[in-house]
């Protein structure tokens, strides 16, 4: 048995590490933390100094008894989890739970998984940093108290099902607040003035005037003013500039760049990054530092020196401007780089050379431009067009490296012609535009991750699962809407001749960005209502602060427990006793028939309209919004529509055809088939020959196109390609066939592979008994009995499982029967006469 155990946090980086150490040494992985709050309480014991309850789930018992067993055997024991408060905290409680020997167990760190850091950390190892600990205490028992104590609030005063939390809720807020900016903005129309010029040598170049008109008659009367004028160069200004490169990157400008350059969401990004970490590859990805250490600088300059000669190499090193910047760390770079791309999968690679780009430009020489500022005028009036154009005259870290930008109106300068004061010029036209001044953008989810960290709120190991899970709750989603057409005016002069043209844009589009749903938008509106404290932006960012503080051991985390707390929860009582219930109710009108009131509001299944009110006779009627319509948006016109639906259109091959609205959009039922209307189709408009249509097409597409053993074979596309569907087992179709003209050989090979593949996963199958054992996703294995599914950890090995193992598991996590509650009686005395 090897003398030492090292200790990691997953089994990627174990493997890593595992190559660089020798037959000494045994390297274990805990599969990230061994113990955390309880689920289904509270966890936190806060009248005894906010206590955390700490336990070891169900999933983590085997992986601690595990590694019991091999910490007994060892001699000493190294906690080599992350270095950030995640990963002291990791430390912390493997060091509890495995019950080390504090003279046998050592605390080791590293930026990077390299021989190099590894053995290094190996020669100087710490103790356990509770300073650490404690931050991240604070961290994981402030925000259970939150999410803990407002969470039955939401329940009761706005809908079931909700949650709140500290950094999610203040995330939600953002989104919200930029919605409604967008939705209360009137844009205003002004014409652009854009021209084209040629010199004497016939060069054209493009020039535009420094202003715009607020009227068109303004600019018609501009553009008549130039009518047969003469141009001429009337000023000529030519200045040296620089451009510097970016510092290496932080966890938060990964995320951003990525976004821009390699369309990754942020959770993507992160996962990428992981990966790469735990392969060696990159240094740790979770950092709010810039700083490269004096080996990675001078790694830098040899590659600079020998890719691109000495004069591109100027090594430098950044201060970074993050609130609690931990500077002893790295920023995110390579861990060699000589190497500019590495063997691994596409997704991976593409980050990785981001990651490779943005850290070598870092260390390289700034480009030197040349910069022109011509001003053009004419004999006929007093306005100056102005042309702008820059010449690089060395690229220094261009040539490796531009950092992106989230600016959708920011202009490239081009190169000018050479041109000289007093020169003639030539215009080829002249336009003036109508523009429209333009609304606040949403935010992406890189750009959110930009200002959240411009307002202090979150660190780095925050953002990814802050933004999943406000999706995840369904308070945000990302837009899908392609925008609508806006006219626009353009007028031309061009020769002797002004024109005018009626020209069309795309405006509004929301693909992509963060939209807070209806949910969303009445959890913010409760929350700001009743806590305003807890989503103060400042509030939220000296919470950050104070975890800082506790992390540099500036801070005792109970005291700042404690002053929140005494606050905080009289707050909540006194909302949960006497806040109105929030629904984000709004009235539309009233119903022309009954004389009742049209309303909005958020109901138990979602946003709804409804007509009528609770204390009326008769029940109100309601109608569920349509996807697209918002609470805040609907009209009244739109919401009657609503009542319209279902709405029977006739009869088809003797059943009745109706139209209506579902939760993933309007479709068309015929019998016991439901069918989809095209995105963008309205179903009050569709007619029964349009129904017939979709109708017939359905069918079609739903025909047999081979019979194979006596079963039918039908094709469809869905959600992740084209499939075939057999015997009820949906079978995917690569590219490597043609799904437009399968052939029946294709069809037979894919059925048999399917086939093969289903007996392949089964690990056990105890017919008798209804249960079975297959392989699963990411190495796991799931126990099946019926509807009972249960996910095993991969530490279990499925494969060495008995039946009566697999039975007692079973019994563990079926669910419980309930039990019918006895009826109480009671006994009937009668007087004696």
Excluded: C
């Excluded at 290094?120 to 803990?148: H, T």
């Excluded at 010029?197 to 016939?202: L, Q, R, T, V």
């Excluded at 861990?335 to 430009?361: C, G, M, N």
Aim: net charge neutral.
């Amino acid at each position: 048995m090897a003398k030492n155990l090292v200790i990691v946090e997953s089994p990627a980086k174990a493997k890593t590490i595992e190559k660089f150490l020798g037959k000494d040494y045994t390297v274990a992985s805990s599969f990230g933390h061994i113990a955390d709050l309880p689920a289904k309480e509270l966890g936190v014991d806060v009248e005894e100094g906010f206590k955390p309850k700490y336990i070891v789930s169900k999933d983590k018992k085997d992986v601690v008894k595990k590694l019991k067993d091999l910490a007994k055997k060892a001699e000493m024991v190294w906690l080599a989890s992350d270095e950030d408060r995640e990963g002291e905290a990791i430390a912390w409680h493997l060091a509890e739970e495995l019950k080390l020997d504090k003279d046998k167990t050592r605390r080791i760190v590293f930026h990077e998984i390299t021989k190099k850091a590894i053995l290094k950390a190996i020669e100087n190892p710490r103790s356990i940093d509770y300073n650490l600990v404690n931050a991240q205490q604070a961290r994981r028992v402030l925000d259970r108290l939150v999410g803990y104590e407002l969470s039955p609030v939401l329940w009761r005063k706005v809908k079931g099902g909700l949650s709140a939390g500290r950094v999610q809720s203040v995330s939600v807020r953002l989104i919200v607040e930029r919605e409604r900016e967008i939705l209360g903005f009137k844009p205003v129309a002004s014409y652009r003035i854009d021209a084209e010029f040629a010199n004497e040598k016939g060069k054209s170049f493009k020039a535009k005037l420094p202003k715009n008109f607020a009227t068109k008659e303004e600019a018609e009367a501009f553009l008549k003013k130039n009518l047969g004028a003469g141009f001429n160069v009337a000023d000529l200004t030519t200045k040296p500039a620089k451009k510097s490169p970016a510092p290496p990157f932080t966890t938060s400008t990964l995320q951003q760049e990525a976004s821009r350059k390699l369309y990754f969401s942020v959770s993507k990004t992160m996962t990428m990054a992981q990966r790469l970490y735990e392969a060696g590859l990159i240094t740790y990805m979770r950092t709010d530092s810039v700083n490269l250490s004096t080996e990675a600088q001078n790694g830098a300059k040899a590659e600079i020196v020998s890719a691109y000669g000495e004069e591109y190499s100027n090594p430098k090193q950044y201060k970074g401007k993050a609130k609690g910047a931990q500077e002893a760390h790295e920023a995110i770079r390579p861990t060699d780089f000589s190497r500019h791309t590495v063997p691994v999968d596409y997704d991976q690679q593409r980050l990785y050379e981001l990651i490779w780009k943005r850290a070598i430009a870092s260390q390289m020489s700034d480009a030197k431009l040349e910069r022109t500022n011509v001003k053009i005028g004419s004999k006929s009036h007093n306005e100056q067009f102005v042309a702008n154009g820059e010449v690089i005259k060395f690229e220094g870290f261009l040539k490796v490296y531009l950092e992106g930008n989230d600016d959708e109106d920011e202009e490239q300068s081009g190169i000018l012609p050479a041109m000289k004061v007093g020169e003639h010029l030539f215009n080829n036209y002249i336009t003036a535009t109508e523009r429209f001044t333009r609304p606040p953008s949403r935010y992406s989810e890189a750009a959110l991750v930009k200002k959240l960290e411009e307002l202090g709120i979150g660190r780095p190991s925050t953002y990814a699962p802050t933004i999943s899970t406000i999706q995840n709750r369904n308070y945000i989603e990302k837009g899908s809407k392609e925008g609508e057409e806006r006219g626009y005016v353009q007028i031309t002069l061009s020769g002797d001749a002004v024109k005018e043209k009626n020209l069309k844009e795309k405006v509004g589009s929301d693909k992509g960005k963060l939209i807070p749903t209806d949910v969303g938008m009445v959890v913010n509106d409760f929350l700001v209502n009743h806590f305003s404290s807890i989503l103060d932006y400042n509030f939220t960012a000296k919470v950050e602060q104070d975890f800082d503080e506790i992390a540099e051991g500036q801070e005792d985390w109970t005291h700042v427990m404690k002053e929140f707390y005494e606050e905080f929860h009289p707050r909540v009582e006194d909302v949960a006793q006497n806040a109105e219930r929030e629904v984000g109710e709004r009235i539309l009108g009233e119903d022309p028939e009954s004389g009742k009131p049209v309303s909005v509001r958020l109901g138990k299944f979602g946003p709804m309209v409804q007509i009528g009110t609770a204390e009326d006779e008769d029940k109100p009627r309601f109608a569920s919004l349509a996807p697209g319509q918002t609470l805040g948006s609907i009209t009244f016109e739109e919401a009657m529509d609503l009542f319209q639906l279902p709405k029977e259109l006739g009869d088809y091959k003797g059943e009745i055809v109706t139209v209506n609205n579902g939760r993933f959009g309007p479709y068309v039922k015929f019998g016991a088939k439901f069918v989809s209307l095209d995105k963008g189709e309205d179903p009050l408009s569709t007619s029964l020959e349009r129904a017939i249509e979709l109708i017939d097409a359905k069918e079609k597409a739903d025909a047999p196109v081979y019979i194979y053993e006596n079963l039918p074979v039908q094709k469809g596309t869905g959600r992740f390609g084209p499939f075939i569907k057999w015997n009820g087992m949906f079978i995917n179709v690569n590219k490597k066939y043609d799904f437009d003209n399968l052939s029946d050989e294709d069809i037979i090979q894919l059925i048999e592979e399917k086939k093969q593949k289903e007996i392949d996963k089964v690990i056990h199958h105890w017919e008798d008994e209804g249960i079975r054992v297959e392989k699963a996703r990411w190495g796991r294995s799931n126990v099946i009995k019926g509807k009972i599914k249960i996910e095993l950890p991969k530490t279990v090995d499925a494969t060495k499982l008995t039946l009566e193992k697999v039975k007692d598991l079973i019994e563990k996590n079926a669910p419980k029967k309930k039990t019918a509650a006895k009826k109480k009686t009671t006994k009937k005395t009668t007087k004696k006469k």
